[in-house]
């Protein structure tokens, strides 16, 4: 039936559209039943391969979609049908689904790939082989519920996989459970990423209840199409949905002020981090202000507000990278703050530039992530070899305490790692934004539709993006260059081809991403324009019919060079400075003892402002004496005031267990033996006395038993004659 609905419709391939489920399904089960009496490379593959099986279906929906346009919804099965909801399972195919999927199942092989070389010394250096199954199952699950969410066609499958992708980052932030602070950090950092995630997720459920009460439909053809009509007679209606979502992005998306999760989620694999931050669940947030674009362009209210909250939250975690130490919190911080470009974008109305900064993102924060992988993975070998040799051992310094994380236990690794080196350059400086790389053309974009919709967006995105240059050349400086400050940096040793390779690849991508939406060309907006288009009806149309116009606007053949040449120059200007900072300034740093030397050059120039940015400037802090030590004081009193003392101790045994015995001595004491005893034992008494007098009439004596009959009958008689 199914099929034969689409072919019908001359598309291609539509058809072939559920294996993107079945494909990443087949993988987890396979490595979750038989996975056990698999060798390591046969599980890896077997995960490595749905990932890669997934994207060739997606490439299949591209070509479909080629000649075309209008795309399909392929039906699978009836899901719900409660009263006035009738939905059902269901898979849009249109542009902006299918660039999800590409994205998704194609960087998600590359990382699933790089995984396989990555987990076989991660296993083995935490000591527990036996996880390596485990992770490949939870790595297809991952793409399996991010499939689910980009490929719904109605707001309640894509929660599903909206939630699914929220479990997946709990079971993979923590999958080092037992390991991190105390033991514990990393499944308090699993449980903080999950709670945190509640928050927004509470949000997207009221913007799902308030949608279904406006529009008694979830479905997005339903929705769009009544949009315009019901923004005419219940305008606040949609206002409040926009804003719930807005609260779910947040969450989701780790923008303000729900971003605190995502830091925390370096405490998973290397490849958890990667696909978490470029490919899957952080760009849920993203997709859904993009999906719901015909809904926010009806209300500018709720468009500013996210445009502000993006704008905002790029800067903010940019000075936080700034502080960073730790390789990849630096790059942690960086994702929050391309998300904030990515959902200022998408809120301002500029929905192509937002998804092209999404996908060059996807390329060149993949290959970050994973090249710092190759770079821990690196000093955790040299660490290895250092510790196994007597004379380096000797010379070492700390070695039971190194971190191989921390960016000041490297230096010299160009050398030692020259692909890992070159590769994560290149993702430097495409997020830097330097020409003519993939985030130069994305980046700039998004500066140019903020210049044309909302100046004060331009000028905080661009001080965010001087500090992106900025961070990108002190990792890269602190990393790669100078003399290794440690022994395990210059015992480092290059990961194998298995991991390199898809790094090359992701460089390539990262080089070349640009390509996609050149200006003049602009081959992904007219990609993108179909569905957008298709989405908006009445009021929305001509909403977004007029952003397109402002935007159209910006500069011949949609380039700005005066936007280009400012953003390139605060790129190299930044860059300089880290330059500066990073190589000259800590060589001279080198003369100073190092009792007295300053572990970074911005500590002895900003002071106290560089330690706010190391310690993120407190907003840890700020929700533990806010939100969580109020909470923790209130759950204690309620647990050691009103549970234990007023309800067990008072309540339980002073009210109900002492009435209890109160009543018992009343009805034992008083009532039983008082009463009806007293009562059954007096009559005992007086029987007992009556037995006892009656007892002297019985003498034993004829003469007296003789006297008493007489006695009788004279009475009886006397009675008689009297009456």
């Not at 849009?92 to 299918?98: E, K, M, P, Y």
């Not at 980052?169 to 709670?195: C, P, Q, R, T």
């Not at 219940?234 to 998306?253: E, H, R, Y």
Request: net charge neutral; hydrophobic share 55%; glycine share 10%.
């Amino acid at each position: 039936m199914i099929f034969s609905e689409v072919t019908s419709a001359g598309a291609q391939f539509f058809q072939w559209v559920p294996l993107i489920l079945a494909f990443p399904l087949a993988g987890l089960l396979i490595n979750m039943f038989f996975g056990g009496r698999l060798p390591e490379k046969v599980i890896g593959i077997v995960g490595s391969s749905a990932v890669v099986l997934t994207f060739v279906v997606a490439v299949l929906q591209a070509i479909s979609l080629v000649g075309h346009p209008e795309g399909a919804v392929v039906p699978l099965a009836d899901w719900i049908h409660i009263g006035e909801l009738h939905l059902r399972w269901a898979i849009q195919v249109d542009t902006l689904s299918v660039t999800m999927m590409l994205v998704v199942s194609g960087v998600g092989s590359l990382i699933h790939i790089y995984a396989i070389g990555y987990m076989h010394e991660d296993v083995r250096h935490n000591g527990d082989p036996g996880r390596y199954q485990r992770f490949f199952v939870f790595f297809n699950l991952f793409i399996l519920a991010m499939m689910v969410l980009v490929s719904a066609d109605n707001y309640l499958m894509l929660f599903v996989g909206w939630e699914g992708v929220g479990l997946c980052s709990y079971l993979l932030i923590g999958f080092w459970y037992d390991k991190g602070e105390g033991g514990i950090g990393n499944a308090m950092a699993a449980k903080k990423a999950f709670v945190t995630n509640r928050v927004g997720d509470f949000g997207f459920l009221l913007a799902a209840f308030t949608m279904f009460g406006a529009f008694r439909s979830f479905e997005f053809e339903s929705v769009f199409r009544q949009a315009p009509e019901v923004a005419a007679i219940i305008p606040s209606a949609i206002m409040f949905i926009t804003l719930f979502m807005l609260l779910g992005v947040t969450g989701k998306s780790a923008q303000l002020p729900l971003f605190v999760w995502l830091p925390d989620a370096m405490a998973g694999p290397t490849p958890v981090s990667a696909l978490i931050h470029a490919a899957t669940m952080v760009t849920a947030g993203v997709y859904l202000v993009a999906r719901s674009y015909p809904l926010y362009s009806l209300v500018p209210e709720a468009q500013f507000w996210v445009t502000m909250v993006g704008a905002l939250t790029a800067l903010f975690s940019a000075t936080i990278a700034v502080g960073q130490f730790d390789i990849k919190k630096v790059l942690a911080y960086s994702t929050i703050s391309q998300l904030g470009f990515m959902v200022a974008a998408v809120g301002m109305g500029a929905t192509v530039a937002g998804m092209f900064h999404l996908v060059t993102h996807a390329f060149f924060k993949a290959l970050l992530f994973l090249s710092a992988g190759s770079v821990i993975l690196g000093l955790e070998q040299g660490h290895h070899h250092v510790e196994h040799d007597p004379v380096l051992r000797k010379k070492a310094k700390n070695l039971h305490h190194f971190d191989p994380q921390d960016m000041r236990n490297m230096g010299g690794l160009r050398t030692r790692m020259p692909i890992t080196f070159w590769v994560f350059t290149i993702g430097g400086l495409a997020l830097a934004g330097i020409f003519p790389l993939a985030g130069f053309w994305s980046k700039d974009e998004i500066l140019l539709e903020a210049n044309h919709l909302y100046s004060w967006a331009y000028i905080i995105l661009s001080i965010a993006a001087f500090f992106t240059a900025f961070y990108v050349g002190r990792q890269l400086l602190m990393v790669f260059f100078g003399e290794p400050r440690t022994e395990p940096a210059a015992h480092a040793k290059e990961s194998p081809p298995v991991m390199t390779v898809p790094l090359m690849i992701l460089a390539g991508l990262s080089a070349l991403g640009g390509l996609l939406n050149l200006p003049g060309i602009h081959t992904f907006g007219h990609w993108l324009e179909h569905t957008l288009e298709a989405a908006t009806h009445g009021e929305a149309a001509e909403v977004a019919a007029e952003v397109g116009a402002e935007a159209a606007q910006a500069g011949a053949l949609g380039f700005d060079l005066g936007i280009a040449a400012i953003s390139t120059a605060l790129a190299v200007v930044a860059l300089g400075l880290a330059w500066y900072l990073y190589d000259r300034r800590y060589k001279q740093m080198l003369d100073i003892p190092p009792a007295k030397r300053p572990d970074d050059p911005l500590r002895s120039i900003l002071g106290p402002v560089f330690t706010g940015m190391e310690r993120k400037w407190w907003v840890d802090e700020l929700y533990w004496a806010v939100l969580l030590n109020p909470y923790i004081a209130l759950s204690k009193f309620l647990a050691q005031v009103i549970d234990w003392r007023f309800w067990h101790d008072w309540f339980h045994d002073v009210v109900i267990a002492g009435g209890f015995k109160w009543i018992t001595r009343l009805t034992a004491v008083r009532i039983d033996l008082g009463g009806i005893d007293a009562i059954a034992n007096g009559l005992a008494t007086v029987t007992q006395g009556l037995a006892q007098q009656m007892r002297r009439l019985q003498t034993g004596y004829v003469r007296n038993y003789a006297l008493s009959v007489f006695v009788g009958v004279v009475i009886i008689l006397g009675y008689l004659i009297l009456r």
